[in-house]
């Protein structure tokens, strides 16, 4: 019989993942470096900018995010690719 508490088991985690959740859904932007798109409208508060840095991370280049809150109070999300870092190659 366990002496863990009733719902922990012992087991090996899986491996971690690297870069943004669903990162390829952000790879069209870099089609069109230079033009703002809406990623998200939420009553959440808005996390572009980590967004941005996640990317930058995952899929390297340059990424610009801008958070506007509406007159109701939610939130949109626009994030823009700007192109290849210079330290990309």
């Known amino acids: 019989m366990s002496d863990l508490p009733e719902g922990?088991?012992?087991?090996?985690?899986?491996?971690a993942q690297r870069g943004v959740r669903g990162?390829?859904?952000?790879?069209?932007?870099?089609?069109h470096p230079g033009e703002w798109a809406l990623i998200v409208a939420s009553t959440k508060h808005p996390q572009g900018s980590q967004t941005a840095a996640r990317l930058r991370r995952s899929?390297?280049?340059?990424?610009?995010?801008?958070?506007r809150t509406n007159?109701?109070?939610?939130?949109?999300?626009y994030l823009r690719y700007l192109g290849?870092?210079?330290?990309d190659g």
Not at 8 to 15: A, H
Not at 84 to 87: E, F
Request: proline letters at 14%.
């Open 84 to 87: 290849p870092d210079d330290s």
């Open 71 to 77: 007159e109701d109070g939610t939130w949109r999300t």
């Open 59 to 67: 899929l390297g280049g340059r990424w610009e995010a801008a958070d």
């Open 23 to 31: 990162q390829s859904k952000y790879a069209p932007l870099m089609e």
């Open 8 to 15: 922990f088991k012992f087991e090996e985690p899986p491996p």
